[in-house]
T-cell receptor, first 116, second 114 residues
Framework: AQKITQTQPGMFVQEKEAVTLDCTYDTSDQSYGLFWYKQPSSGEMIFLIYQGSYDEQNATEGRYSLNFQKARKSANLVISASQLGDSAMYFCAMREGNSSASKIIFGSGTRLSIRP | IAGITQAPTSQILAAGRRMTLRCTQDMRHNAMYWYRQDLGLGLRLIHYSNTAGTTGKGEVPDGYSVSRANTDDFPLTLASAVPSQTSVYFC?????????????FGQGTRLTVV
């Protein structure tokens, strides 16, 4: 069963608008972590933001925030005031498992395109 | 600071040949991972290692093997390459398998099996 689901293969957003990228996850673990990565056309993977399952407040990093709804098992990424440089692939990821068998798995990604 | 180094950067390989993708990190990270990236499928975990001397299977382990003889190196071997293993391969590492630390990625290896 797919554990990380990103239902938006592609999105177009006008520059300076806010955008929400959806991510839902499935795990039976009580302790887990959620990540978002950006992959520009150059191919490198850039870490954006992290949310722990026990964190009570939503994580924020500059223009990035993570809308964490634990009961719904969703971890949406919100980008405020989008910029042309935000055009990229975005991946949601989850770390689950205990210290002897912990792994990080990824969703299929969302391609975000910012229109000038 | 090198971080994670993958070699080769790209490779064209004849089907049936054996190939080892190399991955070395200099951050003394405990956990290391191998992923393959295919269009529309995102990154899929092949194998992982939470500490030197241990490895585990990911989502798509068939046709691949790994070893973790020391902290720094995590090679991925294709024993007999097939065209469906054409992909971009990423190696990653993280400080600890059970802490809130992100994974750092190498630059990727583009492998074409013909």
């Amino acid at each position: 069963a797919q554990k990380i689901t990103q239902t938006q293969p592609g999105m177009f957003v006008q520059e300076k608008e806010a955008v929400t990228l959806d991510c839902t996850y499935d795990t039976s673990d009580q302790s887990y972590g959620l990540f978002w990565y950006k992959q520009p056309s150059s191919g490198e993977m850039i870490f954006l933001i992290y949310q722990g399952s026990y964190d009570e407040q939503n994580a924020t990093e500059g223009r990035y925030s993570l809308n964490f709804q634990k009961a719904r098992k969703s971890a949406n990424l919100v980008i405020s005031a989008s910029q042309l440089g935000d055009s990229a692939m975005y991946f949601c990821a989850m770390r689950e498992g205990n210290s002897s068998a912990s792994k990080i798995i990824f969703g299929s990604g969302t391609r975000l395109s910012i229109r000038p | 600071i090198a971080g994670i180094t993958q070699a080769p950067t790209s490779q064209i390989l004849a089907a049936g040949r054996r190939m080892t993708l190399r991955c070395t990190q200099d951050m003394r990270h405990n956990a290391m991972y191998w992923y393959r990236q295919d269009l529309g499928l995102g990154l899929r975990l092949i194998h992982y290692s939470n500490t030197a001397g241990t490895t585990g299977k990911g989502e798509v382990p068939d046709g691949y093997s790994v070893s973790r003889a020391n902290t720094d190196d995590f090679p991925l071997t294709l024993a007999s390459a097939v065209p469906s293993q054409t992909s971009v391969y990423f190696c990653a590492s993280s400080d600890s398998p059970d802490r809130a630390t992100e994974a750092f990625f190498g630059q990727g290896t583009r492998l074409t099996v013909v």
